[in-house]
Each structure stands twice: as structure tokens, then as C-alpha cells.
């Protein structure tokens, strides 16, 4: 079975903070991406990679940034914590199987005060 | 901009009832993914449509797509309690590859 873990399932941090979120897949897969969810917004995308050093912006990537050094790890970055960030992000990979079925990890629900 | 629609937003339900779950999509795509999320979890795949007219069928879930009109159902047969849970449906942006577009999710809720 494929295995997305994320580094933490709750976080708090405070406003100005850097905050680092992993994640990690056993899959090899070559696709990753991070995302957050807000309620009744659905899933928004921050950030893909579709390769190792490789990102694409996804629709709201202001505040964030990313890295990917190995295949099977990314990271999301928020800079500068700010409460509007209070989320629950959630990191997926995919590969080509006919479809970019995305398999997703647990969550890590942020809060920033 | 691609746009996914999901109606409705929150169902509740009656245990032993039909219903079902629409979801519209804005621009052509060929691809389309249900998913579920149980409260306080992550989003487990349900079904993965390929082309017009697929069917999948998992137990009391049964899902179609039909790309002419952008519309894809998610069917509700004989509800049960552990169906609760939010349905995500999806869509591929095919131009831009392999990133999808969610809709906003429906929350659905059996009494018993």
C-alpha cells in the first residue's frame, strides 16, 4: 500500500514564526503536492512538484514556499506564520496509472496564534 | 479557470434511503475521482472515471460520468450510518498534466 506520512498531526505556532511541514512517500512516486483545507473551500492547491528540485505554483502560494531535495520528500514552508494560515494542510503524491489518482497523507492541522 | 461543483453541500439522510450527489465541472476533462474524507481524517480514493460513460460500483456507492454534459453523479443506495462522511469529487486539469481541482466537498450525514 502506498504510505504518505506527514511530520506532525497538530502544530500551533505563533504569529512572525517559521514553520516547517514534511512529508514523506514510500511510493516513488514522482508527483507531490501540498494543500490546505479551510471549510466549505474545499481542497485549495499551494504548491506541486512534479521532480526532484522541480515546483509549480498552485493557486494560493502566497506565503509559502516549498522544497524538494529527495523524490520522496516535501516540505512546505511558511515563512512568516500569520493566523490567516490556521489550517489543515494536506500533502498527496501520484504517479501515472492511466489517471493521477493522488493518494494523501493524515493532515497536519495548523494552528497559528 | 476549471471550476468543480458539488450539490449538495450537506445532506442528511434518512438509513435505507437513495439519493445522490451531483458534480459539475466548467471545462473538458476526461478524468474524474471521488474521494471520502471520515471527520478528523485524510481523503481516501473511492473511484477513478476515465471516459464518458464509466460506471464503478463499491458496495452502496455507485458513480458515472458523463463527460458531454461535465457531470458526474455519486449514487447513494440504501444508506447506512457508516456512509457519513464528506465526498469530495475531482477533476483533472488535463492541459496542465496531473494536478487536480476539487469541489467543495459534500457533507453527508445517515440518521438512524
Known amino acids: 500500500d502506498v504510505k504518505v506520512t506527514q511530520s506532525s498531526r497538530y502544530l500551533v505556532k505563533r504569529t512572525g514564526e517559521k514553520v516547517f511541514l514534511e512529508c514523506v512517500q514510500d511510493?516513488?512516486?514522482?508527483?507531490m503536492f501540498w494543500y490546505r483545507q479551510d471549510p466549505g473551500l474545499g481542497l485549495r492547491l499551494i504548491y506541486f512538484?512534479?521532480?526532484?528540485?522541480?515546483?509549480e505554483k498552485g493557486d494560493i502560494p502566497e506565503g509559502y514556499s516549498v522544497s524538494r531535495e529527495k523524490k520522496e520528500r516535501f516540505s512546505l514552508i511558511l515563512e512568516s506564520a500569520s493566523t490567516n494560515q490556521t489550517s489543515m494542510y494536506l500533502c498527496?503524491?501520484?504517479?501515472?496509472?492511466?489517471?493521477?489518482?493522488?493518494?494523501f497523507g493524515p493532515g497536519t492541522r495548523l494552528t497559528v496564534t | 479557470e476549471l471550476k468543480v461543483e458539488q450539490n449538495p453541500l450537506f445532506l442528511s439522510m434518512q438509513e435505507g434511503k437513495n439519493y445522490t450527489i451531483y458534480c459539475n465541472y466548467s471545462?473538458?476533462?476526461?478524468?474524474l475521482y471521488w474521494y471520502r474524507q471520515d471527520p478528523g481524517k485524510s481523503l481516501e480514493s473511492l473511484f477513478v472515471?476515465?471516459?464518458?460513460?464509466a460506471v464503478k460500483q463499491e458496495g452502496r456507492l455507485m458513480a458515472s460520468l458523463d463527460t458531454k454534459a461535465r457531470l458526474s453523479t455519486l449514487h447513494i443506495t440504501a444508506a447506512v450510518h457508516d456512509l457519513s462522511a464528506t465526498y469530495f469529487c475531482?477533476?483533472?486539469?488535463?492541459?496542465?498534466?496531473?494536478?487536480?481541482?476539487f469541489g467543495a466537498g459534500t457533507i453527508l450525514r445517515v440518521k438512524s
Open positions: 498527496a503524491s501520484s504517479y501515472w496509472t492511466g489517471a493521477y489518482e493522488q493518494y
Open positions: 511510493m516513488d512516486h514522482e508527483n
Open positions: 512538484s512534479y521532480d526532484v528540485k522541480m515546483k
Open positions: 471545462t473538458t476533462s476526461d478524468r
Open positions: 472515471l476515465l471516459s464518458n460513460g
Open positions: 475531482a477533476v483533472d486539469r488535463v492541459k496542465y498534466g496531473n494536478k487536480l481541482v
